[in-house]
């Protein structure tokens, strides 16, 4: 029979990350999207992995922005001039075509 280990579950909780001149609730963009101001979760003015996709952001941009903003427990706030720079980064390695 298999030895039991008693010792208590552990969950941990991980922080809202907000962006400066962002809209982040997603009762908001539900809102939006709902009253008909955009045009569904995957439009590009949508602060979604889905609107940033066809607003032409790539995969790597994104992982790169998360990578250096990284993950924390309390509450914070990232300028938006940061994601941009990844963006900008990551595409100007890219030939245009």
């Known amino acids: 029979m298999p030895e039991v280990i008693k010792c208590r579950s552990r969950q941990t909780e991980f922080a809202r990350l907000n962006m400066t001149y962002t809209v982040m609730s997603k009762r908001k963009l539900r809102r939006l999207v709902e009253e008909g101001h955009v045009h569904g979760w995957d439009d ?3 602060p979604t992995i889905a609107g940033l ?3 032409g952001v790539t995969a790597a941009a ?3 922005f998360q990578d250096r903003v ?3 427990r309390a509450d914070g706030t990232v300028d938006l001039a940061m994601f ?3 963006i900008r980064e990551d595409l100007g ?3 245009p075509g």
């Open 84 to 86: 941009e720079h990844c």
């Open 70 to 72: 990284g993950v924390a």
């Open 62 to 64: 994104i992982t790169d």
């Open 44 to 46: 590009p003015r949508m």
């Open 53 to 55: 996709r066809r607003r």
């Open 93 to 95: 390695e890219k030939p």
